[in-house]
C-alpha cells in the first residue's frame, strides 16, 4: 500500500462516526408477526398469536397470559416491550441496554396509560 492509500484509510477510520450500540434497535417490522409499526400485532385464537404482543391488561406477553379478561389489540411500535419505558424510568444497565428484569419486577403496569411506571 502506498502512503496516499494509508492517509486515505487513516483519515475515514478517524472521521467516521460511531455508531450507537443497543442491545434491541428500532424495526420496521415485528420480529415475530411481521405487521408494521402501527399495526395490531397478529392474534390467533388456537396459539394466541404474536410471542411479541402484550396483554393491555397486565402489561405481560399477551401469548401467556391466562387471566379471564380481554387482553386489547396491543400495537407494534418498533421498539422491543419494555425498552422505552426502562429508558425514560432510568432502568438502563448501559447505553442501549434495557433493564428488563427490573422492570418487570420492580414496574407497576398501568393500564389507563399502557405504560410501565415506578412504584409510589
Known sequence: MN????????S???????KEFRLIDYQDR?????????????????DGGCDVARCLVTGYQRLMCDLDHDCGRDVWTGWWPGQIDCERLGWM???????LNRLYTEGIWDAERCAWVKPS
Open 3 to 10: 502512503d496516499n492509500n494509508t492517509e486515505n484509510a487513516e
Open 12 to 18: 475515514t477510520e478517524n472521521t467516521a462516526q460511531p
Open 30 to 46: 415485528c420480529p415475530d408477526c411481521d405487521v408494521e409499526v402501527g399495526e395490531a400485532h397478529i392474534y390467533d385464537e388456537v
Open 93 to 99: 444497565l448501559g447505553p442501549g441496554f434495557p433493564d
